[in-house]
């Protein structure tokens, strides 16, 4: 009931989707909210996330599967990496089509110039991302956008801080960005380090990170990172 409540007190119209993709929720919520946006649905649309634990049952069950880390941190891409910690929040973007919030004088923080979705497919296990799938979503969406991959400078990667599931990540993502030509090395940072895992919220907390960077025009440094994940291959890549 939550989105057409928000709609309605609002007192808006369109399209109003409730999303369940797990971690990439809010993601899936933005690359929708643009679609429709593009397809003239709806001339501007609010796309979030919310995590709230309210119930024992899930941490019980990833506690059970070791999903969780013991040191209550997320050590992303750590040697020391152990798995996760869950955590709470909310974030919502408000978009619309760059030409109409120009014309609309409003403030432009950022701009989304391709997206894509898809799912893993078949991998070994909960935890364990599939990259070939994961390399296929990322050249999707870096065609749709029109860039070149040494046009990107900086990947907010999911980055939960698993042994396994990290090293994989990057892989991915260098074979997609890592011909960098005289472009510097790729710069890979994620939020979960500084937040924890939000779950339903997590692609939301990346965005909002990213769209500070462009803004700041700095990279922050990656909290806590001082011994590399011995698997992670980072030729082409830097962590700052």
Not at 19 to 28: G, V
Not at 60 to 79: G, K, M, Q, V
Not at 132 to 142: H, I, K, T
Request: charged share 15%; proline share 7%.
């Amino acid at each position: 009931f939550a989105p057409g409540r928000v709609a309605y007190a609002l007192g808006l119209q369109g399209p109003v989707l409730a999303l369940n993709t797990t971690c990439s929720s809010s993601l899936s919520a933005i690359h929708l909210a643009a679609s429709a946006l593009r397809r003239g649905e709806c001339e501007a649309a609010l796309a979030g996330g919310v995590s709230l634990m309210l119930l024992p049952d899930d941490t019980a069950y990833l506690c059970a599967i070791a999903a969780l880390s013991p040191t209550d941190r997320c050590h992303t891409f750590e040697a020391s990496a152990d798995g996760y910690v869950r955590s709470e929040g909310c974030g919502i973007v408000v978009l619309r089509r760059l030409s109409d919030a120009v014309r609309d004088g409003n403030e432009v923080l950022a701009v989304i110039r391709g997206s894509a979705m898809n799912h893993d497919g078949p991998s070994s296990a909960l935890t364990v991302p599939n990259g070939d799938a994961q390399e296929q979503v990322l050249r999707q969406a870096l065609a749709a956008s029109g860039a070149r991959p040494q046009d990107v400078g900086y990947l907010e990667a999911h980055g939960t801080g698993t042994r396994l599931g990290d090293p994989i990540e990057v892989r991915a993502a260098l074979a997609v960005y890592g011909d960098r030509g005289e472009a510097p090395p790729l710069h890979l940072g994620a939020v979960k380090a500084n937040l924890g895992h939000l779950e339903l919220a997590a692609g939301m907390a990346s965005v909002l990170k990213a769209v500070l960077v462009l803004q700041h025009g700095q990279i922050p440094p990656q909290p806590g990172f001082t011994t590399p994940n011995p698997t992670l291959d980072l030729a082409g890549a830097t962590i700052p």
